[in-house]
């Protein structure tokens, strides 16, 4: 007996439209069999062929209409991905790159970073502050704090050559990253540390990314980028 006789026989039905679809037999707006259509053809009650009809309806396969029946549904436009440019390894791979280390730290989580971190308040976390530069010049501005129970050697490494995502990646790759962008004027502290001296130089791209290992916050990043040099998307030619 193959495999394919062991499927669950919703799953054939779902198997049997979907290959319809991908082959272009049934084009956008196809009426497919009915329940009872599929009852009969696959031996199978109502109510199983019903279940297949159903997930793929909910899957966007389908779309069904009262009292009409199920149409093949005009697939759904995908959203435009954008990537994120990686303002340091781009300067690694193409100029000349170097950092400059504002501060390492420990602090205590205030009600705000408590929250962010996932942590109680008054708990001890790591704060690095860094400036990237390319060619001796400030690139971006980056403030991180660490789960010390995550990585409690941070505040100790010399991040002169490797840089603080990279020693976090080393040490626990996140499960997932949560990504927020927003456009921001720089606090005083950032335009000084970013060389912002002249006027229309004060837009900056404010990236807040959130490290996860599981249920847990690794780190919270903020990097602040002089918006003159910082582009999204590819470059149209």
Known sequence: MSDIVKLPRFLLIKQYIEN??????????????SENDLAASFSVSRMTARRALKELDDEGLLTRAPGLGSFVAKPKALPPQVE???????????????????????IQADMLMAQRMRVNMDDELYKG?????????PAQFEEIVVNPLVAPAFI??????????????WVAAPSHVEYRLSAVMPSAMQRRELGLT????????????????????????????????????????
């Open 20 to 33: 319809h679809i991908a082959s272009g037999n049934w084009p956008v707006g196809t009426r497919v069999p």
């Open 84 to 106: 994120l440019p990686n303002v340091v390894e781009n300067i690694q791979n193409f100029g000349i790159y170097s950092c400059r280390i504002v501060g390492l730290e420990r």
């Open 129 to 137: 502050t860094f400036v990237h530069l390319n060619r001796d010049k």
């Open 156 to 169: 100790k490494q010399n991040y002169h050559k490797v840089t603080a995502d990279a020693y976090l990646n």
């Open 198 to 237: 002249h006027e229309g130089e004060g837009v900056c791209i404010k990236i807040t990314k959130r490290n996860w290992s599981q249920d847990t916050v690794m780190s919270l990043s903020t990097l602040i980028n002089p918006a003159e040099g910082y582009h999204l998307g590819k470059e149209i030619k």
